[in-house]
């Protein structure tokens, strides 16, 4: 994992709130990395953090991927980047206490970064540790899970 991360910002519409001042309180941090976001919450990311950039007087190109809403596929497309290799750090904020439409995709996508041992968030207080830590601005060696006893089992 380089010092530039590749952070996954993602959140249910209840939470979105809640991730967009998590944002405008990380600013800073999260204008030096690679983000990738889900649905209207790359929009409402990109809005805030171009604000803040206004009001700070600095000129940065924001690096942010914008994917499909999460029900409308964001949420595989997002894990497919994982399994690619291509995300280091997941924050989802997501709402415990509403059924979603796409609850078995949220699912699979929190059990996807634990295969593939992303660091993920899913709570505000996590996300604040992750992004608190002296690892979140560093080179970082991650170990990668080998698979090979799985894929060579006999069925």
Request: aromatic share 8%.
């Amino acid at each position: 994992m380089k010092k530039a991360k590749r952070i996954a910002l993602v959140a249910h519409d209840n939470r979105k709130k809640d991730l967009i001042e998590w944002v405008e309180w990380n600013w800073e941090l999260l204008i030096k990395h690679k983000l990738v976001c889900t649905g209207t919450t790359g929009g409402l990311i990109e809005n805030a953090l171009q604000k803040k950039l206004k009001e700070h007087h600095k000129e940065v190109t924001l690096n942010i991927l914008k994917l499909k809403s999460g029900p409308l596929g964001g949420d595989q497309q997002l894990g497919a980047l994982i399994c690619e290799g291509e995300i280091d750090i997941l924050i989802f904020l997501w709402d415990a206490m509403e059924p979603q439409p796409h609850d078995v995709d949220v699912k699979a996508l929190l059990r996807i970064t634990t295969l593939y041992n992303v660091v993920s968030a899913c709570n505000r207080a996590t996300a604040d540790f992750i992004i608190a830590s002296s690892l979140f601005d560093a080179d970082y060696e991650t170990i990668e899970i080998d698979f090979s006893n799985y894929l060579n089992r006999r069925i």
